[in-house]
């Protein structure tokens, strides 16, 4: 049964993240990050982890995952919520999603910042982007930032609609 005292309790998870994931999610909620059912994080995970698999281990580029985002999680959420472990599959589609906000976020971004200003370059653009999320050359590349978004807008550009 749960009681006011397991509350302040938590059990640590340590998911593996990929490093722009790890200093996006440092940036917007923290490490480590309290479980809450209140931001998109603790609504992903606590779907992700509360239901229980039999899945065999994925090694599929879990090597690339390899930064830590700490998770703590009271006891009310592992009692009440059944929330159990995390898996490879929890591992994947976690920096999927994160990474996939984390995108949508760049593109958006870039679209204010090169519309908006025109005595902004893309190259600053980006920089200015990765500055404030603290990651490194090693973590994401310019070029990789930079081609992602070019090729945003090429899709973009070529699913528009003329009547």
């Not at 593109?107 to 980006?126: F, L, P, R």
Request: charge should be positive.
């Amino acid at each position: 049964m749960y009681n006011q005292k397991d509350s302040v309790m938590c059990i640590p998870f340590h998911i593996p993240v990929k490093p722009h994931v790890l200093k996006y999610l440092e940036a917007t909620v923290g490490n480590p990050y309290k479980m809450n059912e209140n931001d998109f994080v603790g609504i992903y995970l606590l779907s992700a982890m509360k239901r229980q698999r039999n899945e065999k281990q994925d090694g599929d580029n879990l090597q690339l995952y390899n930064e830590r985002f700490t998770l703590n999680v009271s006891r009310h959420y592992v009692y009440n919520w059944n929330v159990q472990s995390v898996t490879s599959s929890t591992i994947l589609t976690f920096n999927h999603y994160i990474d996939a906000i984390f995108r949508h976020n760049f593109i958006c971004w870039m679209d204010v910042i090169t519309q908006d200003t025109k005595s902004i370059d893309m190259k600053q653009a980006v920089e200015t982007f990765k500055n404030k999320y603290l990651i490194s050359e090693q973590d994401m590349s310019w070029d990789a930032l930079y081609k992602f978004y070019y090729r945003h807008r090429k899709h973009k550009n070529n699913n528009l609609c003329l009547r």
